[in-house]
T-cell receptor, first 112, second 115 residues
Framework: AQSVTQPDIHITVSEGASLELRCNYSYGATPYLFWYVQSPGQGLQLLLKYFSGDTLVQGIKGFEAEFKRSQSSFNLRKPSVHWSDAAEYFCALTGTASKLTFGTGTRLQVTL | DTGVSQNPRHKITKRGQNVTFRCDPISEHNRLYWYRQTLGQGPEFLTYFQNEAQLEKSRLLSDRFSAERPKGSFSTLEIQRTEQGDSAMYLC?????????????FGPGTRLTVT
């Protein structure tokens, strides 16, 4: 069975500080990994994805993530957080073309 | 490309009533997915279609739930005899098989409240 764990339910950072959101996965092969962001009342917006190749992937809004097979991790990072980044962040995986399996999410709060 | 749309955005219903939600995918996308998201949780997969064919159903999709995609375009999700436990956000997503194979684009969701 495949699963995604996001250990941090809630994170607070100051505007301008760096950010790292953790994601660990369990899957029998190399998964396809995603990070989505959800603002209140909004749908999910794809930030970035990893399929293969370079393990450091760049996404929109200045986000990046690094796939580490040895640690079964796909952590999301941003060097300098903006107040508009406050939202819920979801890590997800799929091994096929069907369902995505999501983590429980990390709520990011940004203090000014 | 107008994105994935869902209607209604909000639905309040009384327990025992039937409700139906609609999803219009991105026009060239042949795959359509339904997810359910409860408060404080990530979305959970319910079912997906490739064109008109429903290819996979989650165990979460009880007999009271039915989904259709009659012409391979829009889809409907019906819940019969609603229960309070059905209160959730119902998300629809679509993808194309030919490009970015595993990239799903999500709609804004339909929030269901069962009283």
């Amino acid at each position: 069975a495949q699963s995604v764990t996001q250990p941090d339910i809630h994170i607070t950072v100051s505007e301008g500080a760096s950010l790292e959101l953790r994601c660990n996965y369990s899957y029998g092969a190399t998964p396809y990994l995603f990070w989505y962001v959800q603002s209140p009342g909004q749908g999910l917006q794809l930030l970035l994805k990893y399929f293969s190749g370079d393990t450091l992937v760049q996404g929109i809004k200045g986000f990046e993530a690094e796939f580490k097979r040895s640690q079964s991790s796909f952590n999301l990072r941003k060097p300098s957080v903006h107040w508009s980044d406050a939202a819920e962040y979801f890590c997800a995986l799929t091994g096929t073309a069907s369902k995505l399996t999501f983590g429980t999410g990390t709520r990011l709060q940004v203090t000014l | 490309d107008t994105g994935v749309s869902q209607n209604p955005r909000h639905k309040i219903t009384k327990r025992g009533q039937n409700v139906t939600f609609r999803c219009d995918p991105i026009s060239e996308h042949n795959r359509l997915y339904w997810y359910r998201q409860t408060l404080g949780q990530g979305p959970e997969f319910l079912t997906y279609f490739q064109n008109e064919a429903q290819l996979e159903k989650s165990r979460l999709l009880s007999d009271r739930f039915s989904a259709e995609r009659p012409k391979g375009s829009f889809s409907t999700l019906e819940i019969q005899r609603t229960e309070q436990g059905d209160s959730a956000m119902y998300l629809c997503a679509s993808s194309t098989q030919t490009d970015s194979l595993y990239e799903q684009y999500f709609g804004p969701g339909t929030r269901l409240t069962v009283t």
